[in-house]
């Protein structure tokens, strides 16, 4: 079973930056892409970046283009992902998800039900 573990969120006002942490460690192998997704309150769960783990692409939603990166570490037995979070607004107040897909060749890379590990979520908060 993959373990997956957030950190580093908080609360920031507008035009603020945050970076997230999260490390996917235990029978990692096979796992090949990484996210982080967001839910807010009365909201679905969404796609925000992924990164493929074995060459480094990633996809981005287009509300968080240009603002938002993530970066991954490999390391022996774990996958370490970060999301630098700039120019931070209201609206991108939410739950933020890492989550971890296994085996996973298809295409919806940002798509919540390609992911099979799930970490237990870091809140960020903006305010105006």
């Known amino acids: 079973q993959v373990r997956v573990v957030e950190s580093g969120g908080g609360s920031v006002q507008a035009g603020g930056s945050l970076r997230l942490s999260c490390v996917a460690s235990?029978?990692?192998?096979?796992?090949?892409?990484m996210g982080w997704f967001r839910q807010a309150p009365g909201k679905e769960r969404e796609g925000v970046a992924v990164i493929h783990t074995g060459g480094g692409t990633t996809r981005y939603a287009d509300s968080v283009k240009g603002r938002f990166t993530i970066s991954q570490d490999n390391g022996k037995n774990s996958v370490t992902v970060y999301l630098q979070m700039n120019s931070l607004k209201p609206e991108d107040t939410a739950m933020y998800y890492c989550?971890?897909?296994?085996?996973?060749?298809?295409?919806?890379?940002?798509?919540?039900?390609?992911?099979?590990?799930w970490g237990q979520g870091t809140q960020v908060t903006v305010s105006s």
């Open positions: 235990e029978y990692t192998y096979g796992i090949n892409h």
């Open positions: 989550a971890a897909a296994q085996n996973y060749y298809g295409d919806s890379w940002l798509v919540p039900q390609k992911y099979n590990y």
